[in-house]
């Protein structure tokens, strides 16, 4: 599910670039696929290198999750053509034949910084040979309880979104607030969110129900909502698909209100757009302006769509470059500039880490229109603080 932490039974399909300090556009795609400048590791340590920095990319390159990470991979290796690179030694690991091995292999093979791996269950296995060499982990997982110092979390995190909405909501009048979430990891999450961000505007959250995805536990527990009332917004901390089952019991045909708030597992789905009860909902998500010219890039390159969570590879790359400048090959990655509080440029629009290794994004706002979206309040250029 998109947003939601990844496992080897079932990847997400999540969510012109510009490095920090000078702009580079995507170019238009060759006719044919250049060769990729990144490596595999073979059989034995791969020879120094003096004028390159050597970055290891842990990502499931087989099995269930295989389209994900190869997604990911691609991606890393069109920031490097795209940015003209030639410091950069990127070398892909294939984590679904052992998180283990692939990360002893990495550090063996003298690799300063591991982007990845793309699932958390993986990420204490690669801290394990990660840290006693000193190697900074930027993760694509999502989950929170994960990061630290030393391992940075670059996923789309969930709570970020539902607070970037609801705080725009408490902008409109919206003031009491109620929520449709999940059991699970991911309805914590968005309640935990909803809660912090309303009490911090001064708002009251006057009822919470919970369902188990069942079509009959997602009825009922809109029906206990409505029943309920009391509230004037609704957050519906699920998919496009859910929202669009239970849109119609908590807002009937021809009711003004609740309004309606999702997350950013709105973005893309269709649903959304074709459900008259969700006309007039608020949901956030990453800025797509540069989406759509990476994807066409991406198709022409390698003849497939990419992965919505492609682009993390592709802005993990631009990271390291930027600090790559004030970085001399054969040395220690310099982490402290991972938490540079001005931040990153990257297809997905800006972004930092704050000290405990969580990424911090900036959302856009989207309001839902018969048959699409309208941005009502576009992604913050810069970071506030």
């Given amino acids: ?37 990144t490596d595999g590791p073979s059989d034995t340590t791969l020879p120094s290198d003096t004028q390159r920095h050597r970055v290891a990319l842990l990502v499931p390159l087989s099995g269930p999750n295989a389209s994900v990470g190869q997604a990911i991979a691609n991606a890393a290796t069109m920031a490097l053509l795209d940015t003209n690179a030639s410091n950069l ?26 982007l990845g791996p793309l699932t958390s269950e993986d990420v204490p296995t ?42 725009f909501a408490g902008t409109q009048g919206a003031n009491r607030f109620a929520a449709l979430t999940p059991t699970g990891a991911y309805g914590q999450r968005a309640s935990a969110a909803l809660m912090d961000t309303v009490r911090a505007q001064g708002g009251t959250v006057v009822a919470m129900e919970n369902f188990d995805r069942s079509n009959t536990s997602l009825v009922n527990a809109a029906r206990r909502l409505r029943e309920k009332g009391g509230y004037d917004t609704v957050l519906i901390a699920d998919s496009g698909k859910i929202a669009a089952q239970a849109a119609p019991i908590l807002k009937p045909q021809g009711a003004t209100g609740p309004r309606i708030l999702g997350t950013e597992l709105w973005s893309g789905e269709r649903l959304v757009t074709t459900t008259p009860a969700l006309r007039g909902a608020l949901f956030s998500a990453l800025p797509d302006a540069r989406y759509g010219q990476f994807a066409e890039s991406y198709r022409s390159r390698f003849g497939t769509q990419p992965h919505r969570i492609a682009t993390l590879g592709y802005d993990a790359v631009l990271m390291t470059l930027r600090i790559a400048r004030n970085w001399r090959p054969g040395t220690n990655f310099p982490s402290a500039q991972l938490f540079n509080k001005e931040g990153f440029s990257g297809l997905d629009g800006q972004f930092r880490f704050d000290d405990s290794g969580v990424v911090e994004r900036t959302f856009e706002v989207r309001e839902v229109r018969d048959g699409g979206t309208n941005i009502v309040s576009p992604a913050p250029t810069r970071f506030g603080n």
């Fill in 89 to 114: 030694r990127i070398t892909n690991y294939d984590t679904a034949t052992g998180a283990a091995s692939a990360a002893a292999k990495a550090v063996a093979d003298g690799n300063k910084l591991i």
């Fill in 1 to 37: 599910m998109i947003g939601m932490n990844l496992s080897r039974r079932g990847a997400a399909t999540l969510a012109a670039v510009a490095l920090l300090g000078g702009c580079k556009m995507i170019p238009k795609a060759p006719d044919r696929a250049p060769p990729p400048p």
């Fill in 126 to 167: 690669v801290a394990a040979s990660a840290r006693p060499a000193k190697l900074p982990i930027v993760s694509f997982s999502n989950d929170e309880k994960a990061a630290s110092r030393d391992v940075l979390i670059l996923g789309i995190v969930p709570g970020q979104s539902i607070a970037r909405s609801v705080a």
